[in-house]
């Protein structure tokens, strides 16, 4: 009698079956009792005493109606020496406790709490709250809840964590959420990133290679965003945003919206640098475009001025300009008392107002040789003094007066010659104006005759127009042609023809009135002429 090695207890000892009349015999009984206990002994007990040889199959599950929880390797609904091996999901309807080191390569919980664990390359999955009691080792994770814990998380894979997770470490020491990349190859580091489904925004530690330089440098930490979303930094509370280097604080944007550069601010912008050298701001624009300029700009709601430096292909190259735009003044003003305003030139002053008001200009002194005051007196070089005032009328005078009898009160300059002067003894004053005679040489001379010139030169009506696109209603005009002109009178025309042909030509009237006078004297000459030869005629 035996089980016939799929669970059926097969009776087939000797004198078995019985019929009707078999003899009872001790030998039959004794075989069969002797198989049943045989059978009866390879079953399992339901108090525990028997020890199962092979693994037992369980086509239905295994339940058990014990309720209390498992707090120890010797107590709850299962207890094994070994491990146990399940080949479909773990469902646990409360709180999991793993003492020791668990692999894992995927679990799905309402909450659980590991001592600790290291998760293979699946997820781990976990719709209620984790406690974390040691440290434990992700290959993989997706958390859809919290997750909360007094040990360390170590992300051996990428984490994608769907819900809010909160690390909490109940110590005098820093609580950390770290993230690891020992990899020194070119784009490595190590990131957290955060996304809305459309944007993403990165948070980046970059190895020793870098990715690629700028905001991707090596050994840089990096706040980036990706596709066109942006960045913001700032607090939601009441508190100010503090950039530190070195330990040492750099910057700082108070509550006020106040920035503050080497300090704490107390103006919408304050910049301090304590060194001995050049402490400044510096803005630059390298475009040498027509229309480049650099500059710092106020704006009081109406009025537009600033500080403007033009670009080098500009019509201003090179150029600073402090101005104000329409309706707006420019004031130069010392906030001392006895406040001075200087203007240098190559490295060396070379004009100032002084506190009064005097213009002084070639002199460092504010008094005396070189100033005009603020009423218009103006001390010369040997004591003079020249001063402009106007009339109750509305009319200008001009005084001169010198230190001696002797002085001469006013000179007439021209390219660096004098050109006439007033001057006084004590009892006479004298006039002497200079003509450009003194200028001019016509001895030896050789007089050109200019009626080619005037035959040369067109002279007529024409039609003028105030655009080159002639697209303005002309008015009638009578004189010559300007490019004409500067080709036949070339030199004597006292003018050099204009830079580019586009430019506005124009034909000054001075010499074509010399030309003009001149032909009338030959026409003269000529009319005198022929009158003496007429004359001539008559008395033959």
């Not at 207890?79 to 309807?93: D, E, F, R, Y």
């Not at 040997?382 to 509305?394: E, I």
């Amino acid at each position: 009698m035996s089980y016939n090695g799929s669970g059926t207890f097969v009776v087939n000892s000797s004198g078995q079956p019985v019929v009707t009349g078999t003899v009872i015999s001790s030998t039959a009984f004794n075989a069969l009792t002797a198989d049943l206990a045989t059978g009866l002994s390879t079953a399992i007990t339901k108090d525990g005493q028997t020890t199962t040889t092979a693994r037992i199959l369980f086509a239905q599950g295994v339940s058990s109606t014990l309720v209390t929880d498992a707090t120890s390797a010797t107590t709850g609904s299962i207890i094994t020496a070994g491990g146990i091996s399940m080949q479909k999901a773990l469902w646990v309807g409360t709180t999991a406790t793993i003492a020791g080191a668990t692999t894992m390569a995927g679990i799905t919980a309402t909450s659980l709490a590991l001592g600790g664990a290291t998760l293979g390359t699946n997820a781990l999955a976990v719709t209620g709250t984790t406690q974390l009691n040691s440290a434990l080792n992700y290959g993989g994770v997706t958390l859809s809840n919290s997750v909360t814990g007094t040990g360390s998380m170590v992300l051996s894979a990428s984490a994608a964590l769907t819900g809010s997770p909160t690390v909490t470490n109940n110590q005098a020491a820093l609580s950390e959420f770290s993230i690891s990349n020992n990899n020194g190859g070119s784009n490595g580091g190590a990131a957290f990133k955060a996304t809305n489904g459309t944007y993403n925004g990165y948070a980046i530690m970059w190895g020793s290679t870098g990715g690629g330089g700028g905001i991707n440098a090596a050994n840089t930490f990096s706040l980036q965003t990706g596709s066109t979303g942006g960045l913001v930094l700032g607090t939601t509370v009441s508190a100010p945003v503090i950039c530190y280097i070195n330990s040492v604080e750099k910057m700082r944007l108070d509550t006020s919206g106040n920035l503050g550069i080497g300090m704490t601010p107390s103006n919408i912008l304050d910049i301090t640098k304590t060194q001995n050298s050049f402490t400044g701001a510096q803005i630059t624009n390298s475009s040498a475009g027509a229309s480049a300029y650099t500059g710092y700009q106020l704006n009081n709601g109406t009025i537009t001025g600033g500080v403007y430096l033009g670009g080098t292909g500009n019509a201003d190259p090179n150029l600073i300009t402090l101005a104000a735009n329409s309706g707006g003044s420019v004031r130069i003003q010392p906030t001392g008392g006895s406040g001075i305003t200087q203007f240098y030139t190559n490295g060396s002053e070379s004009a100032r107002i002084n506190s009064s008001g005097s213009l002084c200009v070639g002199t460092t002194s504010s008094v005396g040789t070189g100033c005009v005051s603020a009423s218009g007196t103006v001390t010369t070089s040997n004591g003079g003094v020249v001063t402009a005032t106007q009339g109750a009328s509305g009319n200008y005078c001009f005084s001169a007066s010198a230190a001696n009898n002797g002085g001469s009160y006013f000179f007439m300059v021209m390219q660096g010659g004098t050109g006439g002067s007033i001057l006084n003894n004590g009892t006479i004053t004298s006039y002497n104006a200079t003509s450009d005679e003194r200028l001019k040489n016509w001895d030896g001379i050789v007089q050109s005759d200019k009626r080619q010139m005037i035959d040369d030169l067109w002279l007529g009506d024409f039609d003028i127009y105030d655009d080159f696109t002639k697209t303005s209603a002309p008015h009638r005009g009578f004189g010559v042609r300007s490019q004409q002109a500067y080709s036949v009178l070339g030199e004597q025309f006292g003018l050099a023809p204009p830079a580019k042909e586009t430019d506005r030509w124009q034909a000054p009237s001075e010499p074509m009135a010399y030309l003009s006078l001149w032909g009338v004297k030959d026409l003269y000459k000529i009319i005198d002429e022929l009158t003496t030869r007429l004359a001539a005629l008559e008395n033959k």
